[in-house]
């Protein structure tokens, strides 16, 4: 619900400053240059403590011993490197040193995942093999993880990994991903392909388990008059033969901007209704909607189902944002809201993919007294017929 404030930059006054004009001299030049770098390491310093829950102290060793790179000092904090002859042996067998992975790629691009799995992913990865022989079923995870909450990211971030390898979906969407937080998803996830919608700020990404859900292309759609970054992130797969489109997004937070929302939310349904008939298209993500907002536009198009409705409207999965359970805001006001929401829209030629049930999932508390996110995760499942 939280949309992340972003104010005006201050302009530069130091040509006010100066009594003088012209360019200032080599020596105040340099005195300025090494001012700037060490203000930007701090900054650093301080970004890196906040992420990995450290001192500053330690922050600035990693940061030090990694050329000031922040992907690398982070991986470097999280991912000791194997000793030489561990990194030998798994090269040999094929693998890639967990020491080096994959670094954090741009908006659209996929970034494999397949090489961070470790020993703890092993049993998952056997499980994996035996749910991959059932072509029957079909499971989605949507959930904004609240990357922009820097409060216990790391243990946090660990909780979100655990909870997708005990469900092992096959699509994993998720809203407010930061640049850090992808890159700690990446390390922790097994077996997966991740696509993210940006690289800046905050943003949606969809996970592809592998080999099951191959993909096949995938585009940005941006929302022309957003004001928090947000776009739709559309992925198309295949599926034991059955062509699916992926769909995720953000919409626009806060009950005072309900009029952009809505804007977005008619782009979202324009998009599955232009796909083509004989796919099978799912949309899931952090609509932030008030049910209202959906009566406004006319109510859902005919052929596009909310996979909530579609289900009886179970009590137990309604609400996705619960002030009342949910502590990690310690919010004074309490509110239950269902923002987040899947549709559903059925290929044209007898629907070869059903919503079957769904779930709340983040629902416990992690060692570090927190929930992983804000909002609860939805855990949908759907049943293919082949």
């Not at 240059?33 to 992420?51: D, G, N, P, Q, T």
């Not at 949507?142 to 979100?160: F, M, P, T, V």
């Not at 388990?209 to 096949?216: D, G, Q, S, T, W």
């Amino acid at each position: 619900e939280a949309a992340a404030a972003v104010g005006p930059r201050e302009e530069d006054d130091e040509g006010a400053r100066c009594p003088q004009a012209g360019e200032p001299l080599p020596e105040e030049e340099e005195e300025e240059e090494v001012l700037h770098l060490a203000k930007r390491r701090r900054v650093l310093c301080s970004e890196f403590a906040a992420i990995t829950s450290s001192d500053v102290e330690v922050a600035c060793s990693f940061l030090a011993g990694n050329d000031w790179h922040m992907q690398r000092a982070l991986n470097a904090y999280f991912e000791p490197p194997l000793e030489k002859e561990e990194a030998e042996e798994e090269a040999a067998a094929g693998g890639v040193p967990r020491g080096v992975p994959p670094a954090c790629a741009g908006p659209g691009s996929c970034i494999d995942l397949t090489a961070d799995a470790t020993s703890s992913n092993a049993s998952v990865n056997s499980t994996d093999s035996r749910q991959q022989e059932d072509d029957s079923s079909f499971s989605l995870i949507s959930w904004n993880i609240d990357g922009l909450d820097l409060g216990n990211l790391k243990e946090r971030a660990r909780g979100i990994c655990s909870y997708l390898a005990l469900y092992s979906p096959d699509v994993v969407f998720l809203q407010e991903v930061i640049p850090p937080h992808l890159c700690l998803l990446q390390m922790g996830a097994g077996s997966y392909t991740i696509i993210p919608g940006n690289i800046d700020g905050y943003f949606t990404a969809i996970m592809l388990k592998k080999p099951r859900v191959k993909l096949l292309k995938h585009e940005i759609i941006p929302f022309p008059t957003t004001s928090m970054m947000r776009n739709l992130l559309v992925v198309y797969v295949s599926v034991s033969g059955n062509e699916i489109c992926l769909m995720t997004s953000h919409l626009e937070s806060t009950k005072n901007h309900s009029k952009e929302r809505m804007k977005q939310l008619q782009i979202v349904l324009n998009k599955m209704q232009m796909e083509s008939e004989s796919n099978t298209v799912i949309f899931g993500g952090d609509t932030n909607l008030r049910d209202s907002e959906v009566t406004k536009l006319g109510n859902l198009p005919n052929n596009i189902t909310d996979v909530w409705e579609f289900l009886g409207k179970p009590q137990h999965c309604r609400y996705t944002w619960d002030t009342h359970s949910n502590t990690n805001l310690d919010a004074q006001y309490k509110c239950k809201m269902r923002l987040d929401r899947i549709y559903f829209r059925p290929a044209a030629d007898g629907g070869h993919i059903i919503p079957r049930s769904m779930d709340l999932i983040g629902l416990e508390k992690l060692d570090c007294g927190r929930f992983p996110s804000d909002h609860w995760g939805l855990l949908c499942n759907f049943d293919v017929i082949l």
